[in-house]
């Protein structure tokens, strides 16, 4: 087994030092989505406030091309859409961004949130920034389109990016050295599959915690990598996770584990 090799270069990144630091982070997931509608601005406004280390959001593209924030592929479930449009199922990728920016993206959730709206992925990078790090899912889109946009922005030694498509991952890697990647897995974890992920060039594993044993952690570390978590939100199972070395949890309570984390004891890192 060998360890994905990363230029040292690379290792002076912002995004990278954070995700070497010691002791554990803590990630909003689609921002602070226990207490705002998920993946709009206040929910990441809210994921600022208790300081969440780093604040995940998931992407599409538009008809148009942008990337637009939201983690299903159609609009019902976090939209007004169907009474909108008066049709059901309509995809992301289906619509003109200026019409996606009629939806309501937090009346769903609660009437305190009327009127939210789906943010552009540039958006949520210009909120999440400056208080925090954003972790980029990529549900669809092409590679060069995000590395063009993080480039343009001044972002891409700034935040990290994960996928679950790894030919994404090794795209991303290949266009841009320095960005800081996560390969996100949901299949029971075992070390073929751990050893492909690593191999797709990305800094950290990302699994879901249901699939992975807390004494695969080590063997993600053996290669090189930083492991993550999605998505927990139960005290105990984090703690479980955090004693036995896990680098990240990826949650919808992020106040919540930021008190787990202040009560843990891991051997000195
Ligand atoms: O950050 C990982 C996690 O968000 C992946 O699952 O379905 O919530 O995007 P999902
Ligand atoms: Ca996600």
Redesign the pocket.
Known sequence: MTATSISPAADLTPARKLVNSPGVLIIA??GNSSIAPENTLPAFAKALAVKADLV?L?YHHSADGVPVVI?DDNLDRTTNAQALLGKNKVLIADLPSAELARLDAGEWFSDEFKGTKLPTLVESLAAIQPGSTT?I?RKAGDAATLVKLLAREKLTDQVVV?AFDWEFVKECRSLAPTLTLGA?CSKAANEEQIQAAAETGADVI?WNHEKLRRDQIDLVHKLGKKAWV??IDDPQRAADFMAAGIDAV?TNKPATMIRVRGAIKRPAE
Request: cysteine-free.
């Open positions: 997931h689609r995940e998931d983690h972790l899912e994960q996100l990302v999605y998505t990826i």
